[in-house]
């Protein structure tokens, strides 16, 4: 390594680690004040935008605390800044946390890795470049006759926490007995939405994802009620088809192939 490489090696440490990391020599500290105080504010600023949730149950100094953890100690896979929340949340599943912060963060707050990601999908959705494909489809048609097509930007998740209810006012200490499913989609006026759904809900938009072989709202609620070896398939089919109408509304299913 040649002497500039290592300056810059030992500079770009000490502004991810200043307390540790040793400035190189010869650069005046009010400057290297300047660059410290600026990268890292920009990073915690612009994490806090991308997850004002998790920033708002936060305090000041675990907040703080976090985004130091994650300057100092997370290798990004890309330099992006609109990937840069995807790396916190990967940050946060690895578990790079100290132990210092493991003590203040991840067990008060044992639904943050969850709660993060549920705000990135939201992020990742509004991001999403794709556009909601009409063409080949009916919107009207009979979503029992024919195959419902399901929003392709739509994301079916499950989590231990009631994500979309934490907030300062309700931050739950323990799991809850059941999990918490809920659909997060993007509409055709291009707002992130999302669903709770029960488990009748959460099968039926997995069957809907899963329809390689075009199968027909009514083929695919009869192989639901043969699931659950329900006496009657016809009471399924029932609440299945006003569980598809009530998709179609909100623009989950965008009609019939």
Same mark, same amino acid.
């Given at each position: 390594?040649?002497?500039?490489?290592?300056?810059?090696?030992?500079?770009?440490?000490?502004?991810?680690?200043?307390?540790?990391?040793?400035?190189?020599?010869?650069?005046?500290?009010?400057?290297?004040?300047?660059?410290?105080?600026?990268?890292?504010?920009?990073?915690?600023?612009?994490?806090?935008?991308?997850?004002?949730?998790?920033?708002?149950?936060? +305090?000041?100094?675990?907040?703080?605390?976090?985004?130091?953890?994650?300057?100092?100690?997370?290798?990004?896979?890309?330099?992006?800044? #609109? +990937?840069?929340?995807?790396?916190?949340?990967?940050?946060?599943?690895?578990?790079?946390?100290?132990?210092?912060?493991?003590?203040? $963060?991840?067990?008060?707050?044992?639904?943050?890795?969850?709660?993060?990601?549920?705000?990135?999908?939201?992020?990742?959705?509004?991001?999403?470049?794709?556009?909601? &494909?009409?063409?080949?489809?009916? #919107?009207?048609?009979?979503?029992?006759?024919?195959?419902? $097509?399901?929003?392709?930007?739509?994301?079916?998740?499950?989590?231990?926490?009631?994500?979309?209810?934490?907030? #300062?006012?309700?931050?739950?200490?323990?799991?809850?007995?059941?999990?918490?499913?809920?659909?997060?989609?993007?509409?055709?006026?291009?707002?992130? &939405?999302?669903?709770?759904?029960?488990?009748?809900?959460?099968?039926?938009?997995?069957?809907?994802?899963?329809?390689?072989?075009?199968?027909?709202?009514?083929?695919?609620?009869?192989?639901?009620?043969?699931?659950?070896?329900?006496?009657?398939?016809?009471?399924?089919? +029932?609440?299945?088809?006003?569980?598809?109408?009530?998709?179609?509304?909100?623009?989950?299913?965008?009609?019939?192939?």
């Amino acid at each position: 390594m040649n002497s500039f490489q290592a300056i810059q090696y030992q500079f770009t440490r000490h502004i991810r680690d200043p307390e540790h990391a040793p400035a190189p020599q010869d650069i005046e500290a009010r400057r290297m004040a300047i660059y410290r105080d600026l990268l890292f504010r920009n990073v915690a600023g612009f994490l806090a935008g991308s997850f004002p949730v998790v920033r708002k149950i936060l +305090k000041d100094s675990e907040w703080h605390d976090l985004i130091r953890d994650y300057f100092r100690n997370h290798q990004a896979r890309t330099p992006l800044f #609109p +990937k840069m929340p995807q790396e916190f949340l990967q940050y946060l599943q690895d578990a790079r946390q100290t132990v210092e912060n493991e003590e203040t $963060v991840a067990k008060l707050y044992p639904f943050l890795t969850e709660l993060a990601h549920y705000e990135w999908v939201e992020l990742a959705l509004s991001l999403d470049v794709r556009e909601i &494909r009409e063409q080949g489809l009916d #919107p009207s048609g009979d979503l029992l006759s024919g195959v419902p $097509v399901l929003n392709e930007l739509s994301w079916s998740l499950a989590y231990h926490y009631p994500v979309h209810r934490i907030g #300062p006012d309700y931050l739950p200490e323990e799991k809850p007995a059941q999990p918490t499913c809920l659909l997060v989609y993007r509409d055709r006026a291009d707002q992130v &939405r999302f669903i709770e759904l029960n488990p009748l809900a959460a099968r039926l938009v997995d069957c809907l994802k899963e329809n390689e072989d075009n199968k027909t709202g009514r083929d695919i609620l009869t192989g639901m009620a043969a699931e659950i070896a329900h006496p009657d398939p016809e009471v399924v089919i +029932k609440g299945g088809s006003a569980l598809l109408e009530d998709m179609r509304e909100k623009e989950v299913i965008l009609g019939v192939r």
